[in-house]
């Protein structure tokens, strides 16, 4: 069992950046793939990013590469969301999940475990 736990949610202005921290309990995080979804009011769930579980490889949806960026300390059993150039269109809360697969996942519908969400808004 994976417990997670989402933080660094908040108000930003347009153009601006935040860090979203997922924290994992469990002595097996390192062994897990690592995703990050968003949902948007009156949208379904979308794919961000994903890691593998030694953080060699991953994944961007279109609409992010270049401004995000996934990564993790496995020693802190903790995964990462560096958003950079914030857009209106960004605002949403940010959900992490992990994979024991290990592999890169980015269909929510494979994911085992999933946090509760961090709000992230931006301000045009």
């Known amino acids: 069992q994976v417990q997670l736990v989402e933080s660094g949610g908040g108000l930003v202005q347009a153009g601006g950046s935040l860090r979203l921290s997922c924290a994992a309990s469990?002595?097996?995080?390192?062994?897990?793939?690592m995703g990050w979804f968003r949902q948007a009011p009156g949208k379904e769930r979308e794919f961000v990013a994903a890691?593998?579980?030694?953080?060699?490889?991953?994944y961007y949806a279109d609409s992010v590469k270049g401004r995000f960026t996934i990564s993790r300390d496995n020693a802190k059993n903790t995964a990462y969301l560096q958003m950079n150039s914030l857009q209106p269109e960004d605002t949403a809360v940010y959900y992490c999940?992990?994979?024991?697969?290990?592999?890169?996942?980015?269909?929510?519908?494979?994911?085992?475990?999933w946090g509760h969400g961090t709000q992230v808004t931006v301000s045009s």
């Open positions: 890691i593998n579980w030694n953080g060699i490889t991953t």
């Open positions: 999940a992990a994979d024991s697969r290990s592999g890169i996942v980015i269909s929510a519908s494979a994911y085992d475990y």
């Open positions: 469990g002595r097996t995080f390192s062994s897990y793939a």
